[in-house]
């Protein structure tokens, strides 16, 4: 069975940090392009970043760029989101995603697999 779940979202304040998980199974984990998206209330899914197979390219949105870190580790077959200097407009609900394909993967269409999402919220 194919799954991905995410984990580690969670209350945090303005210029704060947290880092979300996202553990893989029933797929062959280092030849996927793992992504990582949001969506925040009343709005379309939005690409936040992503991760090549092999862990030597990734890509950001830029309003994330700078602030935002993703890696992963192939032999625990997880992928990570560190987030750096929160904003408020950083709340939403946050999912990894799984492609086959290559490339500058930011529309959703190009993934494959999808998690359940874990709620971050950033406060004031």
């Known amino acids: 069975q194919v799954q991905l779940v995410e984990s580690g979202g969670g209350l945090v304040q303005a210029g704060g940090s947290l880092r979300l998980s996202c553990a893989a199974s029933?797929?062959?984990?280092?030849?996927?392009?793992m992504g990582w998206f949001r969506q925040a209330p009343g709005k379309e899914r939005e690409f936040v970043g992503l991760?090549?197979?092999?862990?030597?390219?990734?890509d950001y949105a830029d309003s994330v760029k700078g602030r935002f870190t993703i890696s992963r580790d192939n032999a625990k077959k997880m992928v990570y989101l560190q987030m750096n200097s929160l904003k408020l407009e950083d709340t939403a609900v946050y999912y990894c995603a799984a492609s086959a394909r290559d490339g500058l993967l930011v529309a959703t269409t190009w993934y494959d697999v999808w998690g359940q999402g874990t709620q971050v919220t950033v406060s004031s």
């Open positions: 991760i090549s197979g092999s862990g030597d390219s990734t």
């Open positions: 029933g797929l062959p984990f280092s030849s996927y392009t």
